[in-house]
């Protein structure tokens, strides 16, 4: 597929994980738009998109820098990440895009904090 860039606001998806490996096998897809859905209001919302679709430029009409990148690598292989309702440490990283990302330690096991 050379679908490049994907507009999705608004459509009410609920499961992040499971529309993150749907768009994986879109190696083209450089622009995508997500706004409005529900699992946006996640904390592993931007980074786990950005970590699971690294070929993207443009997530929610903000422009994917090095660093912003950076920040979240590692997150897609944090087991059940996308499931977490709330999850607090002492250190918040916050990206330049506008983003609030509530940091997890990727060596912990993510299923005992929920």
Known sequence: PQLVTLELNDCEFQDQQALLNALSSLPSLKMLMLKGNP???A???PGLAVDCLPQL????????????????????????????????CEDTTFCDAGYIFICADVTMDVASVT
């Open 39 to 41: 699992f946006t209001l």
């Open 43 to 45: 904390p592993s919302y």
């Open 57 to 88: 430029a443009c997530l929610d009409t903000l422009w994917l820098f090095p660093k912003e990148r950076s920040r979240f690598r590692g997150l897609a292989s944090v087991r059940g990440i996308a499931n977490l309702s709330f999850y607090l």
